[in-house]
């Protein structure tokens, strides 16, 4: 399995607060991606990085803000959680027009 | 931006019967097609890929076909089994954005 870990697995917090979700990659891949994963929605890619510093945003960015100040982490940040960001958020990883690795995958609840 | 549909989002088969998930993407632009498995609990897993230079791409019981002037793509699983049970993504991509757009999701059950 493809080096990724994501932290935490499962996270409950309330509305109106921040939440950072970790992920960190051991394989030294150029791109990393932040998905969140709803049910009839599929995988909607929320940003992406091609190298450190360098971000864009993907389909549903409002609400998220990213960094990744060196290579192995991509940090998804949400500046104040609502309901609507409850769900199953994904990082994967990919070198360039490569297969793309999955994380396991964060459970954020927001209460 | 790109845009993936996918159909059907559910499928039931009998064991041993092929199965057949099919996707559209809208930007002509986009060169690379891959399909990720998804089993409960755990994230995608690549199963098989194919890249606009060729039609057709076959891997023991999987296949996957590219019309690049209709813009859709297809997975055909063949003698289904058990196992094959799980939840299926078509995704797209253009070398020059790097973003992996995926479709909505089937939901494959193999029925014994």
């Known amino acids: 399995d493809a080096g990724i870990t994501q932290s935490p697995r499962h996270k409950v917090t309330e509305t109106g607060t921040p939440v950072t979700l970790r992920c960190h990659q051991t394989?030294?891949?150029?791109?990393m991606y932040w998905y969140r994963q709803d049910p009839g929605h599929g995988l909607r890619l929320i940003h992406y990085s091609y190298g450190v510093k360098d971000t864009d945003k993907g389909e549903v960015s409002d609400g998220y803000s990213v960094s990744r100040s060196k290579t192995e982490d991509f940090l998804l940040t949400l500046e104040s959680a609502t309901s609507s960001q409850t769900s199953v958020y994904f990082c994967?990883?990919?070198?360039?027009?490569?297969?793309?690795?999955f994380g396991q995958g964060t459970r954020l609840t927001v209460v | 931006g790109e845009n993936v549909e996918q159909h059907p989002s559910t499928l039931s088969v009998q064991e041993g019967d092929s199965a057949v998930i099919k996707c559209t993407y809208s930007d002509s632009a986009s060169n690379y097609f891959p399909w990720y498995k998804q089993e409960l609990g755990k994230g995608p897993q690549l199963i098989i890929d194919i890249r606009s230079n060729v039609g057709e791409k076959k891997d023991q019981r999987i296949a996957v076909t590219l019309n690049k002037t209709a813009k859709h793509f297809s997975l055909h699983i063949t003698e289904t089994q058990p196992e094959d049970s799980a939840v299926y993504f078509c995704?797209?991509?253009?070398?020059?954005?790097?973003?992996?757009?995926f479709g909505s999701g089937t939901r494959l059950l193999v029925r014994p």
């Open positions: 995704a797209a991509m253009r070398d020059s954005s790097y973003k992996l757009i």
């Open positions: 994967a990883i990919s070198q360039a027009n490569t297969e793309a690795f």
């Open positions: 394989e030294n891949h150029r791109y």
